[in-house]
């Protein structure tokens, strides 16, 4: 199914570069964002089907997640502004274990949805300390969520009519994801004011104090 798309998109590209007039152009691009669309539920699917599969790689390491909320803010950031909100990472010195890879696409996944259905206020990410974890939070101020509604948006396909967070196959992914690695989601929400999504990693083991150097024997 890839390859013809991919074939697709290479002819619809190259289709651009001899469209001279504007209506033409925009068709192309049409055509490009719907290909691209395609793309990635299929890409979606396939991250499904390996993950059923245990064909996922998973690479658990201490990882700082400092640099990682910074990369979240530079790379939304700029989306958030646009769309008259403001993004705002909180820093932190902290180390979880973890797949950094697998974490930062849960967390890609909580932004997004929180810019794309936010219509004002901020959008918050930080984290707090329980126990031997670290629960990493995404606050948004968009529609929330019903009660009833909290658990179905994690299957496939499934997006809530009434504009609410769900995505047809991201937050099946994130969820699915974050139990391969054990770390389970939180969701909160209040209809009208906001949802909290929230993922419990498991807080680095601290590094060994070093060992002070024996002081030199006395003379006699």
């Known amino acids: 199914l890839l390859q013809p798309l991919n074939a697709a998109r290479m002819f619809t590209s190259l289709l651009r570069s001899h469209l001279h007039d504007e209506a033409g152009r925009h068709t192309a691009d ?12 299929l890409n979606s699917l396939l991250d499904i089907s390996r993950m059923e599969s245990g064909q996922l790689d998973v690479h658990i390491r201490d990882v700082p997640l400092g640099p990682l909320l910074q990369v ?4 939304f950031g ?4 646009s769309q008259g909100l403001q993004l705002r990472c909180v820093p932190t010195r902290a180390v979880v274990r973890t797949d950094e890879n697998l974490l930062r696409r849960i967390l890609q996944n909580f932004v997004s949805n929180a810019i794309r259905y936010s219509r004002r206020g901020r959008i918050v990410v930080g984290c707090r300390r329980r126990g031997d974890a670290l629960v990493v939070e995404v606050w948004d101020t968009g529609p929330g969520i019903a009660e009833g509604d909290q658990t179905v948006i994690f299957e496939e396909f499934r997006r809530l009519d009434s504009g609410g967070q769900g995505l ?3 937050l099946a992914i994130a969820e699915r994801v974050s139990r391969l690695l054990g ?3 939180r969701l909160r929400s209040w209809p009208g004011r906001g949802t909290v ?4 990693v498991p807080r680095a083991a ?14 006699e």
């Open 72 to 75: 979240l803010s530079h790379n």
């Open 30 to 41: 049409s055509i490009e964002g719907a290909l691209a669309a395609q793309d990635a539920i």
């Open 197 to 200: 999504f929230a993922i419990e």
């Open 206 to 219: 601290p590094s060994p104090a070093v060992a002070a150097a024996p002081e030199p024997p006395t003379p």
């Open 78 to 81: 700029v989306l958030a502004e």
């Open 168 to 170: 047809g196959l991201g």
């Open 183 to 185: 770390h389970p989601l």
